[in-house]
């Protein structure tokens, strides 16, 4: 856990040549599956990871899985798209969609029917499967589904959401985080995604606020001719705080870009050619940038753990009357001290002069996008739970493990047992 004025460590850089992505199919005529290529048992990639084959001729572990529809405020993701039904179904495995779940991103139920999905009235239907793919933590409404032999796979959040992490362990059921599955590399693939959608999405945001009748200073991101553009503060150069930093400066504000890891610095300063400023993050930096900023973007991750502070109440008093705080790291429990959720019925509030956006499902207000985007990444690693099983998927795969939360009643994600102050157990250790 980071201290106030620390920032998460960066993902890693993407280096496109050294990817094993097999969307483009350069794999010389292989059969795929999902994203991922069928390749022979623990055939070495051109990056150094390999990958098992996933066994179509061997019966799937589980035989159905559901798609209830999201019913956080203004969700309208979807987690399977009709595309992915059809991967499901070609090995054998039924896929039940309750009705209207995918009407928000543009997929009607008669696009599932076709894909060969089974369309159930309610979300009871969905949840009875014997897996459930979701988008967002399950609310308190659909605790009542959670169950010792369900194993849900969604974006769980469990620091920031404590309540749902002690319903899933109080009904023992087998829960997997996209967002906590990870890479030998230490990138996250599955939460990478949404990070891009969102930190797209967070000048848009800021811009928006920032215009006069909607409480903000009336100060337009690219200024004009002869008058100085919006200063926009980016905390963190991960997936998020990058995003941010590339679209604000494509929106002509002035923009700095703060965080730990000067490798990371290094990369941004290449990549833009100075057009975004890097600073290496101290609370003297912080103060006397956030003090002068327009727009302060909160991009600070700690994968499966709570968001350390970075911005105090302090810094926030000093900002000019309407500036605007976008704060991404809500879902992770925030990185600004006087942040709390909000949603897309009421996005803002207002406390010491500053406009305070901390909508915890952003990517939600761009569902068509944001569920091609999300399914592209998740629907290999749905297949290969589905496949194996969520035991046999995580002995097969590391990075899957990682995605393990609970099992049984155990806690079995490192920093979501620190943050609850429960006893933690080795995911592969709880399976045996």
């Known amino acids: 856990m980071h201290g106030v004025g620390e920032l998460a460590p960066a993902d890693p850089p993407v280096l496109l040549e050294q990817t094993d992505d097999s969307t483009v199919e350069s794999v010389n005529g292989r059969a795929m599956i999902g994203h991922r290529p069928i390749l022979p048992e623990d055939w070495s990639l051109i990056n150094g990871d390999s990958r098992r084959k996933i066994r179509t001729m061997t019966t799937p572990v589980i035989r159905t899985v559901g798609v209830p529809k999201e019913i956080k405020n203004n969700e309208y993701r979807v987690a399977m798209t009709p595309d992915g039904v059809r991967e499901f179904e070609r090995l054998g495995i039924d896929v039940f969609v309750e009705t209207g779940a995918g009407v928000g991103a543009s997929f009607s139920d008669a696009d599932y029917r076709a894909a060969g999905a089974d369309i159930v009235p309610t979300a009871a239907d969905a949840w009875a499967q014997q897996m459930v793919v979701k988008v967002k933590e399950p609310k308190e ?43 030998d590399s230490g990138a996250l693939p599955l939460l990478a995604p949404m990070s891009e959608v969102a930190g797209r999405l967070a000048p848009q945001m800021g811009a928006h606020y920032l215009e006069r009748h909607n409480g903000g200073r009336g100060v337009l991101m690219g200024g004009a001719p002869g008058v100085q553009p919006a200063k926009v503060v980016v905390l963190g150069a991960g997936n998020v705080g990058w995003n941010s930093a590339w679209i604000a400066a494509g929106m002509e504000a002035e923009v700095v870009l703060f965080d730990k890891n000067l490798d990371r610095l290094r990369w941004v300063d290449q990549i833009n050619k100075g057009r975004i400023v890097t600073l290496a993050s101290n609370r003297g930096a912080l103060e006397r940038n956030i003090a002068d900023a327009d727009l ?25 009357p309407g500036a605007v705080i976008v704060d991404v790291a809500i879902d992770q429990g925030g990185c600004i001290e006087t942040i709390h959720e909000t949603t897309h019925n009421e996005p803002v509030y207002e406390l010491h002069g500053v406009l305070h956006y901390a909508v915890g499902n952003m990517p939600g207000a761009v569902p068509h996008t944001s569920t091609y985007a999300l399914t592209n990444a998740t629907l290999a690693y749905q297949l290969e739970v589905a496949v194996h099983g ?3 998927g995580c002995r097969r795969d590391a990075a899957l493990s990682h995605g393990l939360n609970t099992f049984a009643g155990q806690v079995t994600n490192a920093p979501v047992a620190e943050f609850l102050g429960t006893p933690f157990i080795e995911p592969l250790a709880a399976l045996n």
């Open 141 to 183: 409404e659909e605790f009542a589904f959670l169950r010792p032999d369900l194993t849900l796979f969604t974006y769980l959040h469990l620091a920031a959401y404590p309540t749902v992490a002690h319903a899933l362990i109080d009904a023992k059921c087998t829960a997997l985080a996209y967002e906590t599955v990870q890479l």
């Open 296 to 320: 302060v973007i909160g991009a600070v991750l700690v994968a499966g753990g709570r968001a350390p502070v970075v911005v105090t109440q302090d810094m926030v008093r000093t900002m000019k």
């Open 390 to 392: 969520a035991a046999g």
